[in-house]
């Protein structure tokens, strides 16, 4: 084994050592840089968004939704309009469906109309806007006849709506489809046992007496519960009256008997009249264009994209713990509501 000293780094000449690293620190003035070019960044995106967002909006409200095809000869000028109406009835989706409404209606070459529901209803007004804008498209200056094809459930404002294709319509239903539950709710939970219990004590400052009147935290007097039976009544008798205007085989009293809430199977609603056929989408369909006369025929349906924005927001949204307390704030606002459910605060879209 040799003795020879090996070599050290410190013997070898300055040029052949490795080179130093030095990391250098940015300056506070670095930082601040970057941060604005960040905020920047970040503005311009948010910018863009909202620009883009207000063009989609702008020109999508004259064209309304987009037309795509669903079945027949592709090739046919006459259309037959499928019309979808699924889940709560409640905005936005009541904007959409008007808006399909009014294009169908538009539309010079759309011959007929194919209402589809499958909803357990929804809020009143919204119910009675899209029953009243389906009128208006068979029975005004365009009078294009409409068709209803019940599905998986058609009740409470969905069965209101139904009404909107006239006394002379014919409603087709599925073999397992439920409908009826003719009536009004407007949901409100008593908690004021548990308040007591929790010493929980409402005390809000009001102008009114009945400006309170749904606080779930104590039981409602008899003077409020006047007061909302009277705006109960007001919204079935409207529904009693839509309903024996449109349906040539009951009368109010009619009405009336069938009016307890309860659902009907589809037997059940065909043998008391509130139903004209047990039949699918496609019977509808074909009967329809039977009745048009159409050898060819086109049947197109209607689609709501989402915008860029939509998906942005609700993106925000779905991370923002506002959100939450909002969609709680939101279920003690009352609402009177065609709606088949035993928890309609909840909605079923």
Avoid at 56 to 84: C, L, M
Avoid at 144 to 154: C, H, L, T, W
Avoid at 331 to 342: E, G, H, L, N
Wanted: charged share 25%; glycine share 8%.
């Amino acid at each position: 084994m040799s003795d020879e000293k090996q070599p050290q780094l410190s013997d070898l000449p300055e040029t052949t050592r490795s080179p130093t690293i030095v990391l250098q620190q940015p300056s506070k003035a670095d930082k601040w840089l970057s941060r604005l070019l960040l905020i920047g960044l970040i503005a311009s995106v948010l910018v863009n968004v909202s620009l883009y967002n207000s063009y989609q909006d702008y020109f999508a409200s004259a064209a309304g939704p987009t037309e795509r095809f669903h079945s027949g000869d592709a090739g046919a000028e006459e259309k037959i309009a499928v019309i979808r109406v699924r889940g709560t009835i409640m905005p936005p989706f009541t904007s959409r469906i008007l808006s399909s409404i009014e294009k169908a209606g538009d539309d010079a070459d759309v011959k007929g109309v194919l209402l589809v529901i499958d909803s357990p209803g929804g809020l009143v007004a919204d119910s009675h806007q899209i029953y009243h804008e389906l009128q208006k498209l068979q029975t005004g200056e365009k009078k294009k006849p409409i068709y209803v094809a019940m599905q998986r459930m058609a009740a409470s404002g969905g069965y209101y709506i139904a009404m909107g294709a006239g006394e002379g319509a014919p409603i087709y239903v599925e073999p397992t489809t439920w409908t009826g539950s003719i009536g009004v709710i407007i949901p409100r939970y008593d908690l004021s046992e548990l308040a007591a219990e929790w010493k929980v004590k409402s005390d809000p400052l009001k102008t009114g007496p009945f400006k309170d009147a749904l606080s779930p935290f104590r039981e409602l007097t008899a003077d409020e519960r006047t007061v909302w039976n009277e705006i109960l009544d007001d919204a079935f008798g409207r529904f009693i009256g839509v309903i024996a205007e449109n349906r040539k085989t009951l009368d109010e009293p009619a009405v009336r008997k069938l009016a307890t809430g309860q659902i009907y199977t589809a037997n059940q609603a065909l043998a008391n009249g509130l139903v004209d056929k047990i039949g699918y989408e496609e019977d509808a369909l074909s009967d329809l264009q039977e009745e048009l006369k159409l050898d060819e025929v086109r049947i197109v349906t209607y689609q709501h994209p989402q915008t860029l924005l939509d998906l942005f927001v609700g993106s925000v949204e779905a991370e923002e713990p506002g959100a939450k307390w909002k969609a709680l704030l939101d279920t003690t606002v009352p609402r009177a509501m065609y709606f088949c459910s035993w928890a309609p605060g909840v909605p079923g879209w």
